[in-house]
């Protein structure tokens, strides 16, 4: 074998280690460099049922004689949770469905049953990973009833209430598919009831996620309250006339409530086509 033909093959084996190095040293792409947002957000406005349509409906179903495990019109299965803790036995009992349906994703808490885990869980739900909660629900402590309600599609529904364990009524709380009763709405038009915000509220404190639109239907704002406090990371969307959703900014509030001695910051800012311009350093 000659010498240029030996030296050919060792700068070509040089070569290859050295693209190997410079694979391992790039900089991986930063998945959240781009505003553009491709899962959720809805560019409409949710179906609110602020209005007394659904309800209506509702009772014209009560009328109906009542089939077993049938829930709203949607036929469900039973199932339940058992642990043990500390000596006491809790149980819940709940109805589910296996309908195809994605929750609706303004709504903070989707409750779906994990049949992996045989648990009840409230985040990350994926059409397929589980079954959303539909129908009567109860949560039992030492065979006592302490908290029973009903569900919709995964979603808080109707009057839920709260015991103590002799059976005494604690709470009394109203929802409408996720939403709580008492939550506030504002509209640019009372006329067309076309939304510009949606307060979220609970026992007088503004309590879950909180929405504001565009005049063109399209999510302007996001964030999420507790106990009257914004937490976690709220999000300002550009106005592209429901073509595509692009963040603006993204403001970094306290991760819980009643946090001493933290300033809220801009975390992070895009240009209407998507690129990023601003991040602060971590």
């Known amino acids: 074998m000659s010498r240029f033909y030996i030296s050919f093959i060792f700068l070509l ?3 290859k280690v050295s693209l ?6 790039k900089p991986k792409s930063d998945p959240d460099s781009s505003g553009v947002v491709n899962r959720l957000l809805p560019t409409t406005m949710p179906l609110l049922l602020f209005d007394d349509s659904k309800e209506k409906e509702e009772k014209k179903e009560k009328k109906k004689k009542a089939r077993k495990n049938e829930w709203f019109g949607i036929k469900t299965k039973k199932g339940y949770t058992r642990q043990e803790i500390r000596g006491q ?10 309908a195809n349906r994605q929750p609706d994703p303004y709504i903070r808490d989707v409750y779906w049953f994990d049949p992996q885990e045989k648990s009840i869980k409230t985040k990350d739900y994926e059409t397929g990973k589980g079954y959303l909660l539909h129908g009567p629900y109860e949560r039992l402590v030492n065979e006592e009833v302490v908290e029973s309600g009903m569900f919709y599609y995964g979603t808080k529904h109707k009057t839920w209430m709260l015991y103590d364990a002799n059976n005494v009524l604690q709470d009394k709380n109203h929802f409408n598919e996720g939403w709580p009763r008492e939550s506030r709405t504002r509209y640019f038009d009372q006329t067309t009831k076309s ?3 949606i307060i979220p509220v609970q026992y007088g404190l503004e309590e879950g996620n909180y929405f504001y639109f565009y005049e063109d239907k399209q999510v302007a704002v996001t964030g999420e309250y507790q106990f009257g406090e914004k937490v976690g990371l709220w999000t300002q969307y550009w106005d592209t006339n429901n073509s595509k959703t692009i963040r603006k900014r993204e403001i970094q509030y306290q991760e819980t409530a009643y946090t001493k001695n933290f300033r809220p910051y801009i975390r992070a800012e895009w240009d209407k086509d998507g690129n990023l311009v601003y991040r602060k350093d971590n």
């Open 13 to 15: 084996l040089l070569s």
């Open 89 to 98: 036995q809790f149980f819940e009992h709940f109805n589910y469905t296996d």
């Open 20 to 25: 190997a190095q410079d694979e391992e040293t």
């Open 195 to 197: 939304i510009q915000e």
